[in-house]
């Protein structure tokens, strides 16, 4: 896994884990080759992975304990304060909320 020394550290963590899902995603394939079909489902693969990290990184349940106790009117402050607490980016945040439907998608 190579990662880029010069991204913040809630990026390096995000990125880790990411690219983990894509070794579990792939286990049976050698030498790092793809099929066909797993080419053709990269946008597919990429969401996948973007999805296990930020569960690996935000687990459901404690996300939801977290937004839930995080009391806050000014939703900006809100989501920093959180990733915050899980060390990930607000970027990150969003979207796990979202996922989880304690937000409306933009």
Not at 27 to 47: H, P
Not at 48 to 55: G, I, S, V
Not at 62 to 73: P, S, V, Y
Request: aromatic share 16%; glycine share 4%; net charge positive.
């Amino acid at each position: 896994i190579f990662v880029n020394r010069l991204d913040i550290f809630t990026r390096k963590r995000f990125t880790i884990c990411h690219e983990i899902a894509h070794i579990i995603a792939n286990w049976t394939l050698q030498y790092g080759f793809f099929e066909k079909e797993e080419l053709e489902s990269k946008k597919g693969q990429e969401r996948f992975c973007n999805r296990f990290a930020a569960a690996f990184l935000m687990p459901k349940g404690d996300f939801i304990d977290r937004w839930n106790r995080t009391l806050e009117f000014n939703i900006i402050i809100k989501v920093f304060r959180i990733a915050q607490y899980f060390g990930v980016s607000t970027e990150a945040i969003r979207y796990r909320a979202q996922e989880l439907d304690l937000i409306k998608k933009c």
